[in-house]
C-alpha cells in the first residue's frame, strides 16, 4: 500500500478533478491477528488497529476527504463539535491545509491527548458547558450562518473517507470477514464500513463474492440511545469518545445493522475496561477504551447468531483510537509503579520479587 487514501482510491471517493490533496499519510493501518483473542472468542479475530494513523484514530481516514473537498471549493476554515478525536484530527487536518480551525468540546469530557493535539495544531478549542449533542447542534447552526465547513461526520466527505477502512479489511484478508465488531457513538463510522464493505462486494461481483460482513456494533452502556430505541439525555461512560446521547447517523446505522442481519448491544464500563487492560497486557495491543467496547462486546456477548447461517470464523475488531491518547483513565487502571532505591540489590528486590 503507498501513501494516503486519496492516492490510493481516489477514483472511488466523492473528490472533484481540481481538488488538491490534503493528505498525512493516513491509513493503511495494521490488520493484526489476536491469537488469545480468538482463543476466548472460537473465531479467528484480527484487530483492525485504527491507533496508527497520523493522529491517532480512524478520524483521519474521513478527515483527509472531507479537508481536500473543503479547501478545494475554497473554504478558508473548518468547524467542528467534538468528543475528542475529530478535534484533533480536524486540526492537524487544517493545519496541513492551511486553514483556520475551531473545535467544539464539552468542557472536561475529553481526553487529555486529544485536547493538547488540537491545541498544538493551532486550532481555537472552545470547552462548552454541555454535551457532544449540545455542541453538534451549536456547530451546525454556526456553519449556516457562517461561511466555515462543517466537519463532523454529518459531513459527507467523511463517511466517504472512512468507508476505506473496510476496503483495507478486505485486501487484508483476501475477502470479506464473517462479522465486524465496532464500536458505536455519533453512528458515522458503521455507516461508513457498511458502505465500503457493500462498495467492495459490487466490486468482486464477477469472482463469486463471499457474504457481507455482519456488523456488530457496541454502545457505552450509559451512553446507548440506539440500543435503549430513543436518545440519551445525560450520557455517561467512562468510554469519553463514545459519550454521546443523539447520534447524528441514527438511521443508517440501524438500517446497516439490519440489512447485514446484525445488531447493536450495550456493554458496560467495567467490561469496557476489563478489555481495555486485557488486550493490552495479553495482546500487546494498546487501544483507548471507546475502541475496547468492540472487544468488550464481542466478549461480553459472544459472536452474533444469525439464523440459518454458520457462525462467523473470521471476526475484525475495529480499534478506533490510541491507548495513548488517554493516559489518565490507563493510569487509573494499571498497576502502581515500583520506587526504588539507586541500589543494586533494591533493583533485584523490585524486579524479582
Ligand atoms: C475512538 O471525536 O464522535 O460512531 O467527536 O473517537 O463514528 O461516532 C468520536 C467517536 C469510536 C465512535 N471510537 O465513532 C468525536 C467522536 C473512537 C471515537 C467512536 C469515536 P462514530
Given at each position: 500500500?503507498?501513501?494516503?487514501?486519496?492516492?490510493?482510491?481516489?477514483?472511488?471517493?466523492?473528490?472533484?478533478?481540481?481538488?488538491?490533496?490534503?493528505?498525512?499519510?493516513?491509513?493503511?493501518?495494521?490488520?493484526?491477528?489476536?491469537?488469545?483473542?480468538?482463543?476466548?472468542?472460537?473465531?479467528?479475530?484480527?484487530?483492525?488497529?485504527?491507533?496508527?494513523?497520523?493522529?491517532?484514530?480512524?478520524?483521519?481516514?474521513?478527515?483527509?476527504?472531507?479537508?481536500?473537498?473543503?479547501?478545494?471549493?475554497?473554504?478558508?476554515?473548518?468547524?467542528?463539535?467534538?468528543?475528542?478525536?475529530?478535534?484533533?484530527?480536524?486540526?492537524?487536518?487544517?493545519?496541513?491545509?492551511?486553514?483556520?480551525?475551531?473545535?467544539?468540546?464539552?468542557?472536561?469530557?475529553?481526553?487529555?491527548?486529544?485536547?493538547?493535539?488540537?491545541?498544538?495544531?493551532?486550532?481555537?478549542?472552545?470547552?462548552?458547558?454541555?454535551?457532544?449533542?449540545?455542541?453538534?447542534?451549536?456547530?451546525?447552526?454556526?456553519?449556516?450562518?457562517?461561511?466555515?465547513?462543517?466537519?463532523?461526520?454529518?459531513?459527507?466527505?467523511?463517511?466517504?473517507?472512512?468507508?476505506?477502512?473496510?476496503?483495507?479489511?478486505?485486501?487484508?484478508?483476501?475477502?470479506?470477514?464473517?462479522?465486524?465488531?465496532?464500536?458505536?457513538?455519533?453512528a458515522g463510522n458503521v455507516t461508513a464500513y457498511w458502505r465500503g464493505f457493500k462498495e467492495a462486494?459490487?466490486?468482486?461481483?464477477?469472482?463469486?463474492?463471499?457474504?457481507?460482513?455482519?456488523?456488530?456494533?457496541?454502545?457505552?452502556?450509559?451512553?446507548?440511545?440506539?440500543?435503549?430505541?430513543?436518545?440519551?439525555?445525560?450520557?455517561?461512560?467512562?468510554?469519553?469518545?463514545?459519550?454521546?446521547?443523539?447520534?447524528?447517523?441514527?438511521?443508517?446505522?440501524m438500517a446497516a445493522f439490519t440489512e447485514s442481519r446484525g445488531r447493536v448491544a450495550a456493554v458496560s464500563d467495567a467490561q469496557i475496561l476489563d478489555a481495555y487492560r486485557?488486550?493490552?497486557?495479553?495482546?500487546?495491543?494498546?487501544?483507548?477504551?471507546?475502541?475496547?467496547?468492540?472487544?468488550?462486546?464481542?466478549?461480553?456477548?459472544?459472536?452474533?447468531?444469525?439464523?440459518?447461517?454458520?457462525?462467523?470464523?473470521?471476526?475484525?475488531?475495529?480499534?478506533?483510537?490510541?491507548?495513548?491518547?488517554?493516559?489518565?483513565?490507563?493510569?487509573?487502571?494499571?498497576?502502581?509503579?515500583?520506587?526504588?532505591?539507586?541500589?543494586?540489590?533494591?533493583?533485584?528486590?523490585?524486579?524479582?520479587?
Open positions: 500500500m503507498s501513501a494516503g487514501l486519496i492516492a490510493r482510491y481516489r477514483d472511488r471517493l466523492s473528490l472533484e478533478p481540481g481538488d488538491p490533496v490534503v493528505s498525512l499519510e493516513e491509513g493503511a493501518t495494521p490488520l493484526i491477528e489476536a491469537p488469545r483473542l480468538s482463543e476466548r472468542v472460537g473465531a479467528r479475530v484480527y484487530l483492525k488497529f485504527e491507533g496508527a494513523n497520523p493522529t491517532g484514530s480512524f478520524k483521519d481516514r474521513g478527515m483527509t476527504v472531507a479537508v481536500s473537498r473543503a479547501k478545494g471549493r475554497g473554504a478558508e476554515a473548518v468547524i467542528c463539535a467534538s468528543t475528542g478525536n475529530t478535534a484533533a484530527s480536524a486540526a492537524a487536518y487544517a493545519a496541513r491545509a492551511g486553514l483556520r480551525g475551531a473545535v467544539i468540546v464539552p468542557e472536561g469530557k475529553i481526553a487529555i491527548g486529544k485536547l493538547a493535539q488540537a491545541l498544538m495544531h493551532g486550532a481555537r478549542v472552545v470547552a462548552l458547558r454541555g454535551n457532544f449533542d449540545d455542541a453538534l447542534r451549536i456547530v451546525r447552526e454556526l456553519s449556516q450562518k457562517h461561511p466555515i465547513e462543517l466537519v463532523n461526520s454529518v459531513n459527507p466527505h467523511r463517511i466517504e473517507g472512512q468507508k476505506t477502512g473496510a476496503f483495507e479489511v478486505v485486501e487484508q484478508l483476501g475477502g470479506m470477514p464473517g462479522a465486524l465488531a465496532i464500536p458505536v457513538g455519533n462486494g459490487e466490486r468482486d461481483e464477477n469472482e463469486g463474492s463471499s457474504p457481507l460482513p455482519i456488523l456488530y456494533g457496541f454502545q457505552a452502556e450509559g451512553a446507548a440511545p440506539l440500543v435503549d430505541g430513543a436518545p440519551v439525555e445525560k450520557p455517561e461512560t467512562v468510554a469519553s469518545a463514545i459519550r454521546i446521547g443523539n447520534p447524528a447517523r441514527w438511521e443508517e446505522a486485557w488486550l493490552a497486557a495479553a495482546e500487546g495491543v494498546f487501544c483507548e477504551p471507546a475502541s475496547a467496547a468492540s472487544v468488550a462486546g464481542l466478549l461480553a456477548h459472544g459472536l452474533p447468531v444469525v439464523e440459518g447461517a454458520e457462525s462467523p470464523e473470521t471476526v475484525v475488531c475495529v480499534l478506533t483510537g490510541h491507548g495513548l491518547k488517554d493516559p489518565d483513565t490507563a493510569l487509573g487502571k494499571a498497576p502502581a509503579v515500583i520506587n526504588c532505591e539507586n541500589d543494586l540489590s533494591a533493583v533485584e528486590r523490585a524486579v524479582f520479587d
